[in-house]
């Protein structure tokens, strides 16, 4: 038996009996399978974690776009491109990533509980699947503002 079945199999058990997303699920929207890697009998929190640092990723992407500090040029083209609409949603998926990061977090700092883990993993897994859905809407939009501005810059270059 593989890892990654073995994985599979043991997180099928608490999905029964916590009512979690499905594995699969989990897999196509956030790679959950490389935890397969890591050998441990504590299923729920290290899928908690695993969740956890997929949310670091987004609060990270999200922050550079909205405070495009000391970033690669290509993000701080792209958080200047946001418009208004947008920001306003980006700050929304902020302060959404956030709030639930630090939710995450706490738990880190109590005693173990296999339930409260189980319970962040149905609130991240939700909040994770509707901020990817909204950070997708948000960069769509803000890579047609830097084509427009990209064609207008071209079009006004003096040697074309």
Not at 60 to 70: A, H, I, M, R
Not at 97 to 108: E, P, Q, R, V
Not at 130 to 158: F, G, H, P, W
């Given at each position: 038996?593989?890892?990654?079945?073995?994985?599979?199999?043991?997180?099928t058990?608490?999905?029964?009996k916590?009512?979690?997303?499905?594995?699969?699920?989990?897999?196509?929207?956030?790679?959950?399978?490389r935890?397969a890697?890591?050998?441990?009998d504590?299923i729920?929190l290290?899928?908690?974690r695993?969740?956890?640092?997929?949310m670091?990723?987004?609060l990270?992407?999200?922050e550079?776009?909205?405070?495009?500090t000391?970033?690669?040029?290509?993000?701080m083209?792209?958080?200047?491109?946001?418009d208004?609409?947008n920001k306003?949603?980006?700050?929304k998926?902020y302060e959404e990533?956030?709030?639930?990061?630090l939710?995450?977090?706490?738990l880190?700092?109590?005693?173990?509980?296999?339930?409260?883990n189980a319970?962040?993993?149905?609130?991240?897994?939700?909040?994770?699947?509707?901020?990817?859905?909204?950070l997708?809407?948000?960069?769509t939009?803000?890579?047609?503002?830097?084509?427009?501005?990209k064609?207008?810059?071209?079009?006004?270059?003096?040697?074309n």
């Amino acid at each position: 038996m593989s890892k990654l079945e073995k994985l599979k199999e043991k997180y099928t058990k608490f999905q029964k009996k916590y009512g979690l997303p499905e594995f699969e699920k989990l897999n196509e929207n956030l790679s959950v399978e490389r935890m397969a890697n890591s050998e441990t009998d504590l299923i729920v929190l290290e899928t908690r974690r695993y969740l956890m640092d997929r949310m670091i990723n987004y609060l990270d992407f999200s922050e550079k776009l909205l405070n495009p500090t000391n970033v690669p040029i290509g993000l701080m083209i792209l958080g200047k491109n946001i418009d208004e609409k947008n920001k306003k949603a980006l700050n929304k998926v902020y302060e959404e990533l956030l709030k639930n990061y630090l939710a995450s977090l706490k738990l880190d700092f109590e005693v173990y509980s296999e339930e409260k883990n189980a319970s962040a993993i149905k609130t991240l897994y939700k909040s994770l699947i509707e901020i990817k859905k909204q950070l997708y809407e948000i960069i769509t939009s803000a890579e047609v503002e830097m084509d427009k501005d990209k064609k207008e810059r071209n079009s006004n270059d003096y040697l074309n």
